[in-house]
T-cell receptor, first 109, second 113 residues
Framework: GQNIDQPTEMTATEGAIVQINCTYQ??????LFWYQQHAGEAPTFLSYNVLDGLEEKGRFSSFLSRSKGYSYLLLKELQMKDSASYLCAVSDSNYQLIWGAGTKLIIKP | NAGVTQTPKFRILKIGQSMTLQCTQD?????MYWYRQDPGMGLKLIYYSVGAGITDKGEVPNGYNVSRSTTEDFPLRLELAAPSQTSVYFC????????????FGPGTRLTVL
Protein backbone atom coordinates (compact mmCIF):
# COMPACT_ATOMS: atom_id res chain seq x y z
CA GLY A 1 0.00 0.00 0.00
CA GLN A 2 0.89 3.65 -0.21
CA ASN A 3 1.81 5.47 2.95
CA ILE A 4 3.00 8.88 4.05
CA ASP A 5 4.12 9.46 7.64
CA GLN A 6 4.46 12.77 9.44
CA PRO A 7 4.52 13.61 13.14
CA THR A 8 1.06 14.47 14.41
CA GLU A 9 2.03 17.57 16.35
CA MET A 10 5.10 19.68 17.07
CA THR A 11 5.70 22.66 19.33
CA ALA A 12 8.30 25.38 18.80
CA THR A 13 9.16 28.82 20.10
CA GLU A 14 8.72 32.09 18.25
CA GLY A 15 11.97 33.08 16.52
CA ALA A 16 13.34 29.53 16.55
CA ILE A 17 13.82 26.94 13.77
CA VAL A 18 11.72 23.81 13.31
CA GLN A 19 12.08 20.83 10.99
CA ILE A 20 9.01 18.80 9.99
CA ASN A 21 9.80 15.37 8.59
CA CYS A 22 7.90 13.33 6.04
CA THR A 23 8.63 9.75 4.97
CA TYR A 24 6.80 8.08 2.13
CA GLN A 25 6.26 4.72 0.47
CA UNK A 26 4.39 5.12 -2.79
CA UNK A 27 3.99 3.33 -6.10
CA UNK A 28 6.19 5.57 -8.17
CA UNK A 29 7.28 9.12 -7.52
CA UNK A 30 6.60 12.25 -9.52
CA UNK A 31 7.33 14.91 -6.95
CA LEU A 32 6.62 15.88 -3.37
CA PHE A 33 4.58 18.86 -2.21
CA TRP A 34 4.28 20.73 1.05
CA TYR A 35 1.09 22.65 1.77
CA GLN A 36 0.19 24.88 4.71
CA GLN A 37 -3.29 24.75 6.20
CA HIS A 38 -4.45 27.20 8.86
CA ALA A 39 -7.27 26.00 11.09
CA GLY A 40 -10.62 26.20 9.32
CA GLU A 41 -9.04 27.19 6.01
CA ALA A 42 -8.01 25.53 2.76
CA PRO A 43 -4.50 24.20 2.09
CA THR A 44 -2.16 26.55 0.26
CA PHE A 45 0.97 25.60 -1.69
CA LEU A 46 4.38 26.01 -0.07
CA SER A 47 6.90 23.99 -2.07
CA TYR A 48 7.51 21.29 -4.67
CA ASN A 49 10.55 18.99 -4.89
CA VAL A 50 11.14 16.50 -7.67
CA LEU A 51 14.95 16.26 -7.56
CA ASP A 52 17.14 15.49 -4.56
CA GLY A 53 18.38 18.42 -2.58
CA LEU A 54 17.33 21.57 -0.83
CA GLU A 55 14.96 24.19 -2.21
CA GLU A 56 14.99 27.49 -0.35
CA LYS A 57 12.18 30.03 -0.46
CA GLY A 58 12.54 32.81 2.06
CA ARG A 59 12.08 31.53 5.61
CA PHE A 60 10.95 28.13 4.31
CA SER A 61 13.14 25.40 2.82
CA SER A 62 12.26 21.90 1.66
CA PHE A 63 14.61 18.96 1.26
CA LEU A 64 14.16 15.71 -0.65
CA SER A 65 16.01 12.39 -0.70
CA ARG A 66 14.33 10.04 -3.17
CA SER A 67 16.57 7.10 -2.29
CA LYS A 68 15.49 7.34 1.36
CA GLY A 69 11.85 8.23 0.68
CA TYR A 70 12.31 11.25 2.90
CA SER A 71 11.61 14.95 2.91
CA TYR A 72 11.64 17.71 5.46
CA LEU A 73 10.26 21.22 5.66
CA LEU A 74 12.46 23.69 7.52
CA LEU A 75 10.91 26.84 8.93
CA LYS A 76 13.25 29.56 10.20
CA GLU A 77 12.61 32.65 12.32
CA LEU A 78 9.28 31.28 13.39
CA GLN A 79 6.38 33.70 13.67
CA MET A 80 3.06 33.23 15.43
CA LYS A 81 1.32 33.20 12.03
CA ASP A 82 3.24 29.99 11.21
CA SER A 83 0.96 28.13 13.61
CA ALA A 84 -0.83 25.79 11.18
CA SER A 85 -0.90 22.25 9.89
CA TYR A 86 1.71 21.28 7.32
CA LEU A 87 0.69 18.65 4.80
CA CYS A 88 3.11 16.46 2.87
CA ALA A 89 1.82 15.00 -0.41
CA VAL A 90 3.45 12.76 -3.03
CA SER A 91 2.53 12.51 -6.70
CA ASP A 92 2.51 8.79 -7.48
CA SER A 93 2.98 6.80 -10.68
CA ASN A 94 -0.61 7.62 -11.76
CA TYR A 95 0.04 11.34 -11.26
CA GLN A 96 -2.33 11.44 -8.30
CA LEU A 97 -1.53 13.04 -4.96
CA ILE A 98 -1.24 10.87 -1.87
CA TRP A 99 -1.59 13.00 1.24
CA GLY A 100 -0.14 12.64 4.69
CA ALA A 101 -2.35 13.36 7.72
CA GLY A 102 -0.48 16.60 8.38
CA THR A 103 1.65 17.96 11.21
CA LYS A 104 0.05 20.50 13.52
CA LEU A 105 2.68 23.10 14.44
CA ILE A 106 2.11 25.09 17.61
CA ILE A 107 4.19 28.24 18.09
CA LYS A 108 4.66 29.54 21.61
CA PRO A 109 5.82 33.08 22.42
CA ASN B 1 -9.65 36.33 -10.36
CA ALA B 2 -11.79 34.66 -7.74
CA GLY B 3 -9.79 31.42 -8.01
CA VAL B 4 -11.80 28.41 -6.78
CA THR B 5 -15.16 29.10 -5.19
CA GLN B 6 -17.40 26.66 -3.34
CA THR B 7 -20.96 26.86 -2.09
CA PRO B 8 -22.37 26.41 0.47
CA LYS B 9 -19.85 26.99 3.27
CA PHE B 10 -21.87 25.06 5.82
CA ARG B 11 -24.73 22.58 5.56
CA ILE B 12 -26.60 20.24 7.86
CA LEU B 13 -28.39 17.31 6.24
CA LYS B 14 -30.67 14.65 7.61
CA ILE B 15 -29.91 11.00 6.89
CA GLY B 16 -31.24 10.08 3.46
CA GLN B 17 -31.34 13.60 2.07
CA SER B 18 -29.44 14.59 -1.06
CA MET B 19 -27.54 17.72 -2.00
CA THR B 20 -25.10 19.17 -4.51
CA LEU B 21 -21.89 20.92 -3.54
CA GLN B 22 -20.97 23.53 -6.11
CA CYS B 23 -17.43 24.29 -7.30
CA THR B 24 -16.32 26.83 -9.88
CA GLN B 25 -12.85 27.94 -10.99
CA ASP B 26 -11.94 30.87 -13.21
CA UNK B 27 -8.31 29.97 -13.93
CA UNK B 28 -9.05 27.90 -17.04
CA UNK B 29 -7.61 24.83 -15.34
CA UNK B 30 -8.10 21.47 -16.98
CA UNK B 31 -7.90 19.35 -13.83
CA MET B 32 -10.40 19.54 -11.00
CA TYR B 33 -10.66 17.48 -7.82
CA TRP B 34 -12.98 16.78 -4.94
CA TYR B 35 -11.46 15.85 -1.57
CA ARG B 36 -12.85 15.16 1.84
CA GLN B 37 -10.92 15.85 5.02
CA ASP B 38 -11.85 14.18 8.28
CA PRO B 39 -10.39 15.40 11.61
CA GLY B 40 -6.78 14.27 12.05
CA MET B 41 -6.75 12.63 8.64
CA GLY B 42 -5.19 13.49 5.33
CA LEU B 43 -7.13 14.59 2.29
CA LYS B 44 -8.92 11.74 0.53
CA LEU B 45 -9.65 12.04 -3.19
CA ILE B 46 -13.31 11.41 -4.04
CA TYR B 47 -13.45 12.15 -7.78
CA TYR B 48 -11.39 14.05 -10.28
CA SER B 49 -11.72 15.36 -13.82
CA VAL B 50 -9.07 15.94 -16.47
CA GLY B 51 -11.32 18.11 -18.63
CA ALA B 52 -14.91 18.83 -19.61
CA GLY B 53 -16.86 15.62 -20.09
CA ILE B 54 -14.24 13.40 -18.42
CA THR B 55 -14.45 12.25 -14.80
CA ASP B 56 -12.89 9.39 -12.85
CA LYS B 57 -13.10 7.86 -9.41
CA GLY B 58 -10.61 8.57 -6.69
CA GLU B 59 -9.92 6.70 -3.48
CA VAL B 60 -13.34 7.09 -1.79
CA PRO B 61 -16.08 7.55 -4.46
CA ASN B 62 -18.90 5.53 -2.89
CA GLY B 63 -21.98 7.62 -2.12
CA TYR B 64 -20.96 10.45 -4.44
CA ASN B 65 -21.36 11.45 -8.07
CA VAL B 66 -19.86 14.18 -10.22
CA SER B 67 -20.26 15.78 -13.62
CA ARG B 68 -18.09 18.16 -15.64
CA SER B 69 -20.11 19.81 -18.39
CA THR B 70 -17.89 22.90 -18.59
CA THR B 71 -14.24 23.71 -17.84
CA GLU B 72 -15.29 25.98 -14.98
CA ASP B 73 -17.77 23.87 -13.01
CA PHE B 74 -17.39 20.58 -11.16
CA PRO B 75 -20.36 19.86 -8.87
CA LEU B 76 -20.35 17.00 -6.36
CA ARG B 77 -23.64 15.20 -5.70
CA LEU B 78 -24.39 13.36 -2.47
CA GLU B 79 -27.22 10.87 -2.74
CA LEU B 80 -28.85 9.40 0.38
CA ALA B 81 -26.63 11.17 2.89
CA ALA B 82 -25.17 9.07 5.72
CA PRO B 83 -23.45 10.11 8.98
CA SER B 84 -20.16 8.74 7.55
CA GLN B 85 -20.27 11.58 5.02
CA THR B 86 -19.91 14.18 7.75
CA SER B 87 -16.68 15.90 6.75
CA VAL B 88 -15.11 18.99 5.24
CA TYR B 89 -15.17 18.93 1.45
CA PHE B 90 -12.59 20.75 -0.63
CA CYS B 91 -12.64 21.36 -4.34
CA UNK B 92 -9.32 22.02 -6.05
CA UNK B 93 -8.01 22.69 -9.52
CA UNK B 94 -4.70 22.57 -11.36
CA UNK B 95 -3.56 23.36 -14.87
CA UNK B 96 -2.31 19.81 -15.42
CA UNK B 97 -1.92 16.64 -13.36
CA UNK B 98 -0.57 16.09 -9.84
CA UNK B 99 2.86 17.42 -10.80
CA UNK B 100 1.24 20.83 -10.73
CA UNK B 101 0.20 23.03 -7.83
CA UNK B 102 -3.39 22.54 -6.77
CA UNK B 103 -5.48 25.55 -5.80
CA PHE B 104 -8.18 24.92 -3.24
CA GLY B 105 -11.58 26.39 -2.61
CA PRO B 106 -12.54 27.49 0.93
CA GLY B 107 -14.33 24.23 1.71
CA THR B 108 -17.82 23.08 2.65
CA ARG B 109 -18.40 21.84 6.19
CA LEU B 110 -21.12 19.17 6.00
CA THR B 111 -22.84 17.51 8.93
CA VAL B 112 -25.23 14.60 8.46
CA LEU B 113 -27.51 13.91 11.41
Amino acid sequence: GQNIDQPTEMTATEGAIVQINCTYQTSGFNGLFWYQQHAGEAPTFLSYNVLDGLEEKGRFSSFLSRSKGYSYLLLKELQMKDSASYLCAVSDSNYQLIWGAGTKLIIKP
Amino acid sequence: NAGVTQTPKFRILKIGQSMTLQCTQDMNHNYMYWYRQDPGMGLKLIYYSVGAGITDKGEVPNGYNVSRSTTEDFPLRLELAAPSQTSVYFCASSYRDARDTQYFGPGTRLTVL
